[in-house]
């Protein structure tokens, strides 16, 4: 097998102005005839009108290379994310030629490229868009599986060790005239994905793939030569101008925050390093610990929220689409904060679909804080409601996409761990880690007499369990407290002894019963106060607190009135026994 040396001297301040001369007068060449010939960019296609799989390109993105040059894998990783975004779900119209470097664009550190390997007179060396070469040889691979016509491909005159020799996956590239083109004769849609550990190029058709097509076979591994080449973090040339002598930190966390919650910030001050990102919507009153970290927060995202929402309530508009609309924007924030060295992320759920298709969350993990149902689910449950309650007109005012359901789908099963508070949450998946709940800070200012009293804490709404209560008052007649306004309709407890309290002047430690058979319940800070102050709560499993009847913790199913009505007359009877009693 033959081999090529390694180099016994480092290119020199002449050699590199040299290439520097060299290598601008070919870009300019190159630029003047992609100006001439106007090569257009890839529109974007729908996966659905490309229903058939023609090819398919896995490889792998940690090659096992130096640990060393781990900074430079990372780089290369990050790369391929933005190279990856412009080329997926992007069409190839029949006769039209594809152009790696018209479609990405230049490499540069301005947009947002970071520094990856390229081979170079003989060296590994750090370069902005360095490792774009994987996308250009899996890109090569099914062109040829697919026999499309190559326009123009490059090989490499040396290859780094643990980089595949495969002629299949042979193409340099350098922007802007070393360049991979190539035409197809049938429209052909591409998929170029980063998974936790491959990168994945797909091409799909209109049509199936004809049973006679020939397939390009590879020859052996030992028909390329076998390199020796040093990188800039490995050699020992200290003297040479490019020479790291010492390579930065690896395994940063980025965590990705939305809203302030005390369980999720006792999570991030436990597990954040020095070092790692924090990226918070704006800085809260609560206080997400980011002491000696990195912390990075938006004011003008502060702002926008605010006007949003204000904006919304004012046009009746519901805030459901508010808070949906403001969650993209807060996650292309993020997308353009997180550095590039980031290995591990911890994603809020609001933002976790937004992320997932813009490709930032491949090649790395991510673990995600998880406060309520996934969308598809969450809207089964909001539709089989809405059946249940038809005159209810607040169980149908908002759906997500069918993409962000999707995305969401794709991303929880790519999770590694999910972090939650909530019961119901964590029952559904095995990679769920339980947090406690925030105990909540009583003050016990009342007069400590026990009231008979039953407190449904609001608003009135369907998913909150209002109608079920309404039905479970109607048979007891027993009297009910409620705070909050009257959302689902006027008059909605007309003829019921029913009374309105504002929560100021409510004491849960004077109260015996709190109830609320919600469907949705993500949060449920009132219900903690509550059963911190001694009181009985009749709930649903969806309010995220496990059943336990010694505690006083009674769950009921979601719309059932009739066991609403059973166990809050079971209660009352003992309220008024005890109070006998003492």
Known sequence: METIPVPTRYPDWLARTSFFLRSSGLKAWRLAQDTLHGLPLLPVGGRNDFPYMLAESVSRLDTGSDARERPLVLGKIHNLRLACRQIHRRVLAPGQTFSLWRQVGPPWQLRGFAQGREVREGCVIPTFGGGLCQLSGSLLEVALALDLDLVEKHSHTALPADISRDPRRDATLFWNYVDLRFRSRVPVLFECILTKTDLVVRVRGQHPRPANTQTFKSATAAHLPQTHLESCFTCRQTACSRHIKEAPPV???????????????????????????????????????????????????????????????????????????????????????????????????????????????????FDVLMQRLPVTALEEELNMAAALYPESKTLVEFRAPRWFAEAEQEALKSARRIFTPHAQLAALDDRAVRLPWAAP????????????????????????????????????????????????????????????????????????????????????????KAHAGGTNLVITSQCGLEEDHAAGIHHVPFGDGNKLAEILTILSDQSRRLACES
Not at 502 to 518: C, F, G, R
Request: net charge positive; aromatic share 12%; glycine share 8%.
């Open 251 to 365: 395994g940063k966390t980025a965590f990705l925050l939305d809203e302030y919650q005390p369980e999720f910030a006792r999570l991030v001050a436990e597990t954040a390093k020095d070092g790692d990102q924090l990226l918070l919507p704006f800085v809260s009153e609560g206080g997400w610990s980011g002491a000696g970290r990195n912390v990075q927060f938006s004011f003008w995202f502060r702002v926008r929220r605010s006007l949003t929402l204000r904006w919304t309530v004012f046009r009746g508009i519901t805030v459901a689409k508010a808070y949906f609309d403001l969650a993209g924007v807060l996650a292309n924030i993020y997308q353009r904060r997180i550095g590039h060295d980031a290995e591990h992320l911890c994603v809020a759920q609001t933002l976790l679909p937004y992320l997932w298709r813009s490709g930032i969350l491949g090649g790395r993990t």
């Open 441 to 528: 800070t009583m003050h016990r200012n009342g007069s400590g007499e026990r009231r008979d009293l039953i407190v449904f804490p609001g608003p009135t709404l369907a998913r909150k369990g209002a109608y079920a209560l309404r039905e479970a008052v109607r048979k007891t007649r027993l009297p009910v407290a409620v705070l909050g306004p009257e959302l689902e309709q006027p008059g909605f407890w007309r003829s019921l002894p029913v009374t309105f309290l504002n929560s100021k002047d409510l004491h849960w430690e004077q109260t015996h019963t709190v109830v609320q058979p919600a469907l949705v319940e993500h949060w449920p800070r009132q219900l903690l």
